[in-house]
C-alpha cells in the first residue's frame, strides 16, 4: 500500500514540479505512461487469465486494466492541455487490450525480421512488438531537426531506451538460466553486453543525426544515452535480483525513478552505485541457478 501510496504521488506531484522548466517532459511522460502498461502483459499471466475468464471478458478485464492504468497519466496531460497525447495513450490502452488475445502462429502471420539474435530471446520478441513506435520516434528526430528543436529529439532517443526497458518485462523460464554454463557474473556481463549493443543499434541512427545538427548540444544527448544504458543496466539487474519472479510495486516504483533522474539533474548520479548493488544482489540469486 505504501509502493502503490508513494507511485501515485510521483505520477500526480511530479508534472506539477518538473512540467514549467522541461519543454519535452509531456513526451517523457507519456512514454512513461506507456511503459507503466507493460508489467500487466506477461504470457504466464495473461495464460492465467484466460483459464479462468472466457475470451470476452479477458479482453474486457484486459482493456480495462490498460486504461485504469494510463488514465492518472492521460488525467495530467489534459489539465496540462496535451490533449492530442492523452487521447494517443488512451487509443493505445484501449488498442493493447482488445488485441490481448492475439496470437501470430494462430494467425499464420509470418514472424517480422529482426536483426537481433533469438538467444538471448528479449529484443528479438520485443522488436517485433514494438517496431511502428521506433519508426514514429525515428520520425519524431527528424521532425525535430526540421523545426530546430533539439528538445523534441533528445527526448525521441531517451524514448527508444524506455521502450527497450519494456523488452525485459517478461521472465523467462529457470530452464533458460541453467541451461548457460557461465557463472552468474559471467551471465549478467553478457546479458549487459548484448543489451547494450542491441539497445545502442536502435540508437545510433539518432544519435548521429542530432550530433550532425546540433553539434553544440551533443553533451546534453550523451548524458542521456548514458542514462539510458544506466536504466537499461538497472532493470535487467533488478529482474535477475527476483528471478524467477515476476516484478513487483517496488521494482516498478524504483525503476520509474530511475527514468524520471535526467530530468532533475542533481538525481543524475543516483543510479551509478544502485548499479552495483544490483549487481551484487542478482549475482547471489543466480547462484541458486547456474
Not at 69 to 92: H, K
Not at 110 to 129: D, H, N, Q, W, Y
Request: charged share 10%.
Amino acid at each position: 500500500m505504501v509502493g502503490y501510496a508513494l507511485l501515485a504521488l510521483v505520477v500526480m506531484v511530479l508534472p506539477a514540479v518538473l512540467w514549467p522548466q522541461k519543454t519535452y517532459f509531456p513526451w517523457l511522460y507519456f512514454a512513461a505512461g506507456v511503459l507503466a502498461m507493460n508489467p500487466f502483459r506477461s504470457d504466464g499471466r495473461n495464460e492465467f487469465l484466460k483459464i479462468c475468464y472466457s475470451k470476452r471478458e479477458f479482453l474486457l478485464l484486459r482493456t480495462v486494466e490498460n486504461l485504469l492504468l494510463v488514465l492518472p497519466f492521460s488525467l495530467v496531460l489534459l489539465i496540462r492541455r496535451q490533449f492530442l497525447l492523452a487521447l494517443g495513450l488512451l487509443i493505445i490502452a484501449f488498442f493493447r487490450g482488445i488485441t490481448a488475445n492475439w496470437n501470430r502462429k494462430r494467425m499464420n502471420l509470418p514472424a517480422l525480421p529482426t536483426p537481433f539474435s533469438k538467444r538471448p530471446f528479449e529484443f528479438a520478441i520485443g522488436f517485433r512488438v514494438s517496431f511502428p513506435l521506433i519508426l514514429f520516434l525515428y520520425y519524431v528526430v527528424l521532425m525535430a531537426v526540421i523545426h530546430d528543436n533539439f528538445n523534441l529529439g533528445i527526448v525521441s532517443v531517451y524514448a527508444v531506451f524506455i521502450i527497450c526497458l519494456g523488452y525485459y518485462s517478461q521472465m523467462e523460464p529457470e530452464y533458460y538460466v541453467w541451461m548457460h554454463t557461465d557463472t552468474p557474473k559471467q551471465f549478467l556481463f553478457l546479458k549487459l553486453k548484448t543489451a547494450f549493443v542491441y539497445a545502442f543499434s536502435l540508437v545510433v541512427v539518432p544519435i548521429v543525426t542530432l550530433s550532425f545538427f546540433f553539434p553544440k548540444l551533443i553533451g546534453f544527448l550523451l548524458l542521456a544515452v548514458l542514462m539510458g544504458f544506466m536504466n537499461l543496466a538497472i532493470t535487467i539487474l533488478l529482474k535477475y535480483t527476483e528471478f524467477p519472479k515476476q516484478f513487483n510495486i517496488g521494482d516498478g516504483l524504483l525503476l520509474t525513478a530511475c527514468v524520471i533522474c535526467p530530468v532533475y539533474p542533481p538525481l543524475v548520479l543516483l543510479p551509478i552505485p544502485l548499479v552495483f548493488y544490483l549487481f551484487g544482489k542478482a549475482q547471489k540469486n543466480l547462484n541458486n541457478y547456474l
